[in-house]
């Protein structure tokens, strides 16, 4: 197999071709080589360790595993994602070089799994972004216009499946950090049910909010990789003590294309009628070709109202910044990271303040400044404390939606994002406008309930976003109408959505 044979395949194709012979080093090799060729372009990726992802790879080869479940895949993992051993910055300079001496959850799950480590994925510094232009280390592009953004917070991640540099990635969401990016590289992205995946060494940004999930090619890829990363972990004070719904067989169910039974909401305040302003046409059209779409599978279609969703956005960014300005407070210069000033005629006080002067991006000080103010006394309960009480009436909306007593509905959909991929540097000095490029996600954060990305078309030749959200612990449910419109449309185009990838992006000339 030639190495665009291998990097084009999905998971279960990889699987097959493993049991049919290939083996986990050739595999491997095949996605260092284009990373090699393609990612001066791409800039996806902050470290690549190709000897390790050999040598790990030809162990997986030798225990006589691959193919055996995910043994023997690759995987790249989000710069968020403590890993032992392995540089681990979070896009930030204030953690350049540092190498954690032990592994996140997420992580450990997947090392026992066999998967392969290509890398570590770039992002916005501490996932403060929704483009991927706030790296420390430079921004990411998009695979389908590299004059374009990947969308962020894990824009490395999605350009990096995207672009054929990984077949799957983590990412992890905040408000919208995974599911963004994948809506804008044409990716399935699945934000978890909070506390369903373990937080468990993920570099804390908003920790009410972060959780860490699957970015994929297709559904059933997102479900695996799912799949294997969650579940319940002790080390987390978080995490939900519940099974894990069945996914992957969830994914293939829905495949088939039946809706019937199934009642779909779609959001009045997100998109739906007489609440248009800000979203693009084709962002529009492309979703309600593929309500009809799923209307046509068998499912009922009603429009719903949550109001209190018009003010998820001011809320977030009061929420997330408060709780970024506690967590953030560890990186001082003392214990790990960075250290500037410590020439011994400066006190420590001195030495602090120059190390986060250095180590923080403009972005990542906006935050801090912002979360200060609002939990400073006078000032918490006019802002903090009313953002709080927002998001108990974005749940209750939640709530009754999806009443099983009333009227309510099995899942609730939306555009993932307003717009396409915006143009690099196009809202660098416009954080409010950058900011709504997460309008739709924001909700379903908020609550903590799950909710997916799958492409559903083209607008001006980028790709469109399509979200569903279900009930907290209903992740089956995201995956099933995932795969049903997933299925719809690629029997309609006669072809997997990447195959749409312009050609001379695909190739990669760097």
Not at 248 to 274: H, K, W
Not at 356 to 385: C, D, H, N, P
Not at 421 to 439: E, H, Q
Request: aromatic share 6%; net charge negative.
């Amino acid at each position: 197999m030639t190495t665009s044979d291998v990097t084009g395949m999905t998971v279960p194709e990889l699987q097959a071709a493993l049991q049919d012979g290939a083996t986990a080093a050739g595999i491997a090799e095949a996605y260092l080589d284009r990373i090699a060729a393609t990612d001066g372009t791409l800039g996806s990726y902050l470290h690549v360790d190709r000897e390790a992802a050999l040598e790990r790879a030809a162990a997986v080869d030798a225990s006589g595993n691959a193919g055996t479940g995910l043994a023997g895949i690759p995987v790249a993992l989000k710069d968020v994602v403590v890993t032992a051993g392995v540089p681990t910055t979070s896009g930030s300079r204030i953690l350049e070089g540092w190498k954690p001496p032990y592994d996140a959850t997420v992580a450990a799950r997947l090392k026992a799994a066999d998967t392969v480590l290509l890398g570590k994925t770039n992002m916005d510094e501490f996932a403060m972004g929704s483009s991927t232009e706030n790296s420390a280390y430079g921004v990411t592009r998009n695979p389908w216009d590299p004059e374009r953004i990947p969308g962020g917070s894990s824009g490395g991640s999605s350009a990096a499946v995207a672009g054929g540099l990984a077949p799957w990635a983590i990412g992890t969401d905040t408000g919208g950090s995974i599911r963004q990016p994948a809506a804008l590289t044409g990716l399935v992205g699945h934000k978890p049910t909070y506390g369903s995946v373990s937080r468990y060494g993920l570099i804390a940004f908003s920790s009410s909010l972060d959780q860490a999930g699957p970015m994929a090619r297709t559904v059933l890829d997102a479900a695996l990789l799912h799949e294997a990363i969650g579940g319940h972990d002790p080390l987390d004070s978080t995490s939900i003590d519940a099974p894990l719904p069945v996914l992957a067989e969830c994914a293939r169910r829905g495949a088939d294309g039946d809706l019937s039974g199934l009642t779909i909401g779609v959001v009045r305040e997100l998109g739906g009628e007489g609440h248009t302003d800000g979203y693009e046409q084709g962002v529009l059209d492309r979703f309600t070709e593929a309500v009809a779409l799923l209307e046509s599978l068998g499912a009922q279609v009603r429009e719903v109202s949550c109001p209190a969703f018009d003010l998820a956005l001011p809320a977030y960014y009061l929420i997330a910044p408060s709780e970024a300005s506690s967590n953030l407070s560890r990186f001082d210069g003392v214990r790990y990271g960075l250290r500037v000033g410590d020439d011994g005629a400066r006190d420590l006080d001195e030495v602090m303040a120059l190390t986060r002067e250095q180590g923080f991006g403009a972005e990542v000080k906006r935050r801090i400044i912002l979360g200060t103010y609002a939990l400073s006394s006078g000032y918490y309960e006019a802002y903090y404390g009313q953002a709080q009480k927002v998001r108990t009436l974005i749940s209750r909306d939640f709530n009754a939606a999806f009443d099983a007593e009333g009227t309510g509905v099995d899942v609730l959909v939306s555009p993932t994002t307003p717009t396409v991929a915006f143009p690099l540097g196009s809202r660098v000095d416009d954080p409010v406008a950058m900011y709504a490029a997460d309008l739709c996600t924001l909700p379903a954060s908020l609550a903590g309930v799950p909710a997916i990305s799958v492409p559903c078309g083209l607008s001006d030749g980028l790709p469109v976003g399509f979200q569903i959200m279900a009930p907290a612990l209903a992740d089956d449910r995201c995956y099933r109408v995932a795969a049903a419109l997933e299925a719809a449309q690629d029997a309609a185009r006669g072809s997997r959505f990447l195959d749409q990838l312009p050609s001379r992006v695909a190739e990669g000339a760097a």
